[in-house]
């Protein structure tokens, strides 16, 4: 046998029973061997004695004084019955090597994991040839070589570590030429490209005998398959050959192995499932409920809160789908980071979520004790959930489009017609006649540059539409910004609407959004141009708050009175409240007194002392004291109506942008 390459080999084989009837006839005994001399041979054979067992029939034939020509036929029948033995011995170790292979190939079929699989092909393969240890590295195509990947019987942490470059080594040789190679003493072979790095490998584990044998993939090799001994060994043709059909079936399911492992990835959701199911056998069937559940949902049509109703029935329980802005914030934040369902308090929420949207929650009331498999039925109905939100998105933003156009139309007042503009509302579900508030809102985040501001703006317009939707109002992209046209309830406030939307438009966003709203608004239809006053209005809100340094707040009209009109331009307020009252302001910092309240009380009394003090449940000396320091602060000339006017300003943009209540 060559030792640099190892040709197939076929080996022929024979029938015993053809061998003993195919034997030359025994020196001196014509016709074969003559008759009892097999016998004791054959008892040896049916029992399956070791060879050294056979000399003993001759050895007692000799001690026995048998004639020569017994002794003869004892030795011509130990010879057949050793050849029959060595044939019946070679058919076993075949029918062994078969069954493994065939168990391997069964086991190989039912592993998913890319480690279990590699590491079960050079357990097997060390088993199989009995050596010491066994091994597999595997091509890395982006480097230009081979790495060790899998050891079996290894003990030197720098042989498991070992990178071969193609044509270093055995291995390296094995996978550069895509045929087997064996050596029985690695270090005296120099038919290999040894290398310091890789002789120390070898020498620390102490190998001496070595096959490789490739990994095959069509015409490619992925990897070598290894056995090795720590003493010199001769492998056989046998061996060889079957560590090579072992490392065709190994190839195979490294590759199957492989696909398995990139498809389980892209689907790492059902796998969820899958682990749901395999965790507990006990909810096998409420699990397979719940799937069959959201898919015939999904299938006929079915919207968030008919997946909310059918996940409450399976997890005897309260689940409801709420607003981002209505969710406990920090559960639903660390939801949203961490992909599961978090507890908060007696509830679980489950964060509905698309690409970096927050879209709302899955909320499951009243239910502390949830398993793990009931907390991950919730987690998939929320993914479910932003499916079906994103099915709809595309249906939805024609309907936006639709909105936009005819809140455009208000605005530019284009079509004055009310019946048509009552129908065109009508069916998008709004209502002109109803009382409505124009809210005029903005980002305040800077953009790197023109796409992300473009990419936030779109952002801003699709989650103020979505809320117009949910509303029954109507949103348009407008000045850099987005409108909002929505129905006032019963009860509610312009100032309240403003704050919740400045809300629900930076939690749906992630940045600092601010909207102003205006006063409220009748008779849309009649009067359209009433709504392009309101949405001046609300900008002029936005305006103010952003001077005050309330950016992503929410303020209405009424909040600031005739003050929203002189801040609608481009006004330093700061600097203003500093010139006129900035000495009273920071003599109540150093001092601690209340001479701004007092000033406020004082003008608010209408300047009498008198009602001034019942106002501050002081006595008149102490507000005639005060006022006297305002004047030393402030010139005696603080009180003429000039002075007056624009410290009775100063003061009431003081109290807004400190957020002093009135």
Not at 197 to 221: C, F, H, Q, S, Y
Not at 310 to 330: D, I, K, M, N, R
Not at 357 to 379: I, N
Request: charged share 25%; proline share 3%; net charge negative.
């Amino acid at each position: 046998m060559s030792r640099d390459h190892v040709e197939p080999i076929e080996r022929s084989g024979s029938d015993p029973e053809a061998a003993v009837q195919g034997a030359e006839a025994a020196p001196g005994v014509p016709g074969g061997v003559p008759g009892g001399a097999e016998a004791p041979f054959l008892e040896l054979l049916a029992r399956g004695a070791p060879a050294e067992a056979y000399e003993r029939p001759v050895a007692l034939a000799r001690a026995e004084g048998l004639p020569a020509e017994r002794i003869t036929a004892l030795e011509h029948a130990k010879l057949l019955a050793l050849r029959v033995r060595s044939e019946l011995e070679g058919r076993r170790r075949r029918e062994a090597e078969l069954s493994a292979l065939f168990e391997t190939a069964h086991d190989l079929a039912g592993l998913r994991d890319v480690d279990a699989v590699l590491q079960a092909i050079v357990q097997r393969a060390r088993s199989l040839l009995g050596t010491d240890v066994a091994y597999l590295s595997l091509n890395d195509p982006v480097r230009g070589d081979t790495y060790m990947r899998v050891t079996e019987g290894s003990v030197a942490a720098r042989f498991q570590q070992l990178r071969l470059g193609m044509g270093e080594g055995l291995g390296g040789l094995v996978a550069q030429t895509a045929r087997p190679y064996v050596t029985d003493d690695y270090f005296r072979d120099d038919r290999f490209r040894h290398t310091t790095t890789i002789d120390a490998g070898v020498d620390d584990e102490g190998l001496v005998a070595i096959l490789g044998v490739p990994l095959m993939l069509g015409a490619n090799v992925i990897g070598v398959l290894f056995a090795a001994d720590r003493r010199a060994r001769v492998f056989e043709r046998e061996q060889i050959a079957l560590l090579g059909s072992f490392a065709a079936l190994a190839a195979a399911a490294i590759d199957t192995a492989n696909l398995l492992t990139e498809t389980r990835s892209a689907l790492a959701g059902l796998e969820r499932a899958n682990e749901i199911i395999q965790d507990r056998s006990a909810v096998i069937e409420r699990a397979s409920d719940v799937h069959d559940r959201l898919a015939e949902l999904v299938l006929r049509g079915g919207g968030v809160h008919d997946v909310a109703a059918a996940v409450s029935q399976v997890l005897a329980g309260t689940v409801e789908f709420t607003e981002a802005v209505e969710a406990p914030a920090g559960a639903l934040e660390t939801s949203r980071a961490e992909g599961h369902a978090v507890r908060h308090d007696d509830d679980w929420i489950a964060a509905v979520t698309a690409g970096g949207e927050l879209l709302g929650a899955l909320v499951l009331r009243g239910h502390p004790g949830l398993d793990p498999v009931d907390q991950r039925t919730l987690e998939r109905a929320a993914m479910v959930t932003s499916l079906l939100l994103l099915a709809r998105r595309s249906a939805a933003e024609a309907e936006q489009r639709v909105r936009g156009e005819l809140l455009d139309d208000l605005l530019d007042a284009r079509d004055r017609d009310p019946r048509v503009l009552r129908e065109r509302a009508s069916r998008l579900r709004a209502d002109l006649d109803a009382t409505h508030v124009v809210l005029a809102a903005r980002l305040e985040a800077d953009a790197a540059d023109a796409d992300q501001e473009a990419a936030a703006r779109r952002r801003l317009w699709s989650a103020a539409s979505h809320l117009a939707a949910t509303r029954q109002g109507l949103a348009a992209a407008r000045d850099g910004g987005t409108v909002l046209l929505l129905p006032l309830a019963p009860g509610d406030t312009a100032t309240e609407l403003a704050h919740r939307t400045a809300r629900h438009l930076g939690t749906a966003v992630h940045e600092a959004v601010t909207v102003g709203a205006s006063g409220p608004v009748q008779d849309l239809a009649a009067r359209p141009d009433a709504v392009v006053a309101a949405y001046a209005e609300g900008r002029r809100c936005v305006e103010a708050l952003r001077l005050l340094g309330r950016c992503g707040d929410g303020a209405a009209a009424d909040d600031f009175g005739f003050l929203g009109l002189l801040l609608a331009g481009d006004r330093d307020v700061t600097g203003f409240v500093e010139r006129t009252i900035g000495e009273v302001v920071a003599y109540d910092e150093r001092r601690g007194t209340d001479l701004v309240r007092t000033l406020d009380a004082y003008f608010a009394c209408g300047m009498s002392p008198a009602r001034t003090k019942d106002d501050l449940h002081v006595h008149v000396n102490t507000v005639a004291q005060r006022l006297e320091r305002v004047a030393r602060l402030l010139g005696e000339d603080w009180q003429s109506p000039a002075r007056a006017l624009e410290i009775q300003l100063a003061l009431r943009l003081h109290r807004l942008s400190a957020r002093i209540p009135d």
